[in-house]
RNA sequence: GUGGGUGUAGCUCAGCUGGUAGAGCACUGGAUUGUGGCUCCGGAUGUCGAGGGUUCGAGUCCCUUCACUCACCCCA
């Protein structure tokens, strides 16, 4: 690789064909999933103003304090590329009148950035599929989206996920908790690296889940966040665990469990796997009660989560969806090449879902051949001078052990159908709109 | 931001204590002048990541830098 002046920015990467299979494969997978579940598909711009996710992850975070790509736009806007989809979603529903419209169940999907030391499973622009529901205050919510994203591992056929819960509590005890938990870890500073104490003040919480060996220590005897849970914070979180329980979904109950951005309260989870090295979390979220009425909404609950499609596309066996052509389609001689594209064109729009590959750019029937097999396309036709005459085509199969055959133009596309046992995709509806009125059509 | 490892052909890599590049795969042409996959024979390909230094001479040694990669950190 010698070209080093226009290569793509550190941390951002082409997905090349060899790899766009897997991409479409998870993202209409896990759309179909949500589709089931009644979620309805957001998008919103990549750029926001910085303010806004100050204001939502938190000040002091790592992601905000240095992560973030911004810059000044000309009007003296101070811009950020989103490093997360839950801050944008929310602005999106409190400024379109959403969130006024009943429970809203939504999902998204898209790239996020952030500025970090690229290494496996960790890149500066990453991509998410996230979930949102606001307007449901009960734990019957919380346990529909982890049940929800427990149905995408089936699906996609990962099985070496585990799925961690844990209750913050509400903003009170919380806050309680917090000082709690200050006041045990400056009695034991000296243990602390020096992460965990710049934490100490801003966000003490993170402390729980340090790596370093000698904090871990420290933080096995600190408090314990669930005593100081408060009663209606218990019964939420009992009621998330009996739902699990009642679908057979098992959990690790994770006192440690705290999560990086600020608006988390209540139930929040995690699933890992041991498969992606240090970056083994696959999905997280949890429920953010305050963050709607923080960012200038009336308060309204609010649960989400969000997954990463680079950590999932590393997780998945090479699925490679079959997409190689049915038909590479094989002319030789001048004379032909007209007819050939009458004859192709003609067949495209009598078989609808064909996949065939028209030769360009010459060539003689050997190399054409070769390029016919390295295609994948399941038959080859030939179009020469001699079939141009005798207006006819030959099929010759290349998967197959089977003489190759004469067919008339008139017969071709009858024979292809018979061979080829095409599917037609499924039309996509365009709206939810659209799904109501075809239905009432029907009735 | 901090540390470790790695950069040689499109890909995977070899290149001993410095003597100015090689293999396999892939590509391409032919054997087979209208038929792919197997076999055989031939062919093209490199600013040896970049810049500087030491040396008669650097892919090889030294410095700088960039990129990739793994871990810390962070988190999906």
Sequence with gaps: MATSSLQAIRGMNDVLPADTGVWRYIEQSLGDILLAYGYREIRTPVVEKTELFKRSIGEVTDIVEKEMYTFDDRNGDNLALRPEGTASCVRAVLQSGLINQGVQRLWYAGAMFRRERPQKGRYRQFHQIGSEVFGLSGPDIDAEMIMMTNRFWQKLGIENVRLHINSLGNLESRSRYREALVTYLERHIGKLDNDSRRRLHTNPLRILDSKHPDVRVVVESAPCLT????????????????????????????????????????????????????????CAGGRYDGLVSQLGGQPMPAVGFALGIERLTEMLPDIQAERSPHIYFVGVGDAVQVALYRLSERLRSDIPGLRMIVNCGGGSFKSQFKKADKSGATVALVLGERELHEHNIVVK????????EMVSYDQLAGRMTEILNIRERPKVVASDAEVCNNRQASV
């Design 227 to 282: 005593e100081y849970l408060d009663e209606s914070s218990r019964q939420h979180f009992q009621g998330l665990c009996d739902r699990l329980d009642a679908v057979g979904i098992s959990y690790v109950l994770d006192d440690k469990l705290v999560r990086g951005l600020d608006y988390y309260s209540d139930t929040v989870f995690e699933w890992t796997t041991d498969s992606l090295g240090a970056q083994g979390t696959v």
């Design 397 to 404: 199969f290349l998967r197959r052990d089977a003489p190759q």
